[in-house]
């Protein structure tokens, strides 16, 4: 139970980065790195920490009724209180709610046009918004006999895709291109950084794979796990293979991928050091 609730925070965490690239867009841009990881994070694992820790402690008065229904409990447990306890917590669910189908809309936006060539109307927003909240509630009112579980499920097999990818981002920031990227080149079809690299791709795959034998779900059990002790550790591998595996085709495709870019003339003024040139291969 300890792993499947530590699994739960950090996907919890994990399912934000998307969020965080399409809200830190509206930022002014010379807002420092520091505060918009800062804020993020302090936003989301505070929030997140408050709610789970009411929970427990709910949970170790009447583990039974939070299971069942775990506003009203709290709500009967503070009658002076319960309408306010009850708006805060459906408060809570409004920014959730806006973003996630918001943030929908610009990935499948991302994906039709990497290069901005599909414009968005209000109206397309609109109507994706209505359909996708549409699809959702549907999909949450035929699982509400088993709620925490679907949600359980769903939230781990986010984990799992995620995980890879987020390990192979990090890598590839930190430690292959050190923060430096050609941003206008990112969004170029055929530019310096290509359609997309493949053996990044084999990587993410791999650690997917890798992920397979230490799963413990409802829905599909790792052959590994009961040697495990029914720990699901998954994510632990994914985030190994995906990191180390990624860092190594960098050493042994390094040939035919682009160098990290220079960092802009006036960070390199600031360190008493002459810019190096921006390599254009």
Request: glycine share 8%; aromatic share 12%; hydrophobic share 50%.
């Amino acid at each position: 139970m300890i792993v499947s609730a530590i699994s739960v925070c950090v996907a919890w965490q994990v399912t934000w980065a998307p969020y965080v690239s399409d809200y830190s867009r509206y930022l002014p841009e010379n807002t420092p790195t520091r505060v918009t990881f800062g804020y993020t994070y302090l936003g989301s694992a505070v929030g997140g920490a408050a709610t789970v820790v009411i929970g427990a402690m709910a949970a170790t008065v009447n583990s039974d009724a939070v299971n069942s229904d775990a506003i009203g409990f709290l709500a009967d447990r503070f009658p002076s209180f319960g309408g306010l306890v009850v708006a805060a917590l459906l408060l809570g669910l409004v920014p959730a709610g806006a973003e996630g189908p918001y943030g929908a809309f610009l990935t499948a936006l991302s994906a039709l046009s990497a290069e901005g060539r599909v414009r968005s109307t209000a109206r397309a927003r609109a109507i994706f918004v209505l359909c996708f909240a549409a699809l959702a509630s549907v999909l949450a009112t035929l699982s509400s006999g088993s709620l925490l579980e679907t949600f359980q499920n769903i939230t781990l097999f986010v984990l799992y895709l995620l995980v890879p990818w987020t390990a192979i981002n990090l890598t590839d920031y930190y430690f292959v291109r050190h923060g430096h990227y050609d941003i206008p080149e990112l969004l170029t079809k055929n530019g310096r950084y290509g359609t997309f690299t493949w053996w990044a791709v084999l990587v993410y795959l791999v650690s997917i794979a890798a992920e397979l034998p230490f799963i413990n779900s409802s829905v599909y059990v790792g052959p590994l796990v009961r040697s495990l002790g029914g720990a699901d550790l998954s994510w632990l591998v994914g985030l190994v293979v995906g990191a180390v595996g990624y860092y190594a085709c960098t050493k042994l495709f390094s040939g035919h991928r682009p160098r990290p870019v220079a960092p802009p003339r006036e960070h390199a003024t600031l360190a008493g050091t002459d810019p190096a040139p921006v390599d254009q291969r």
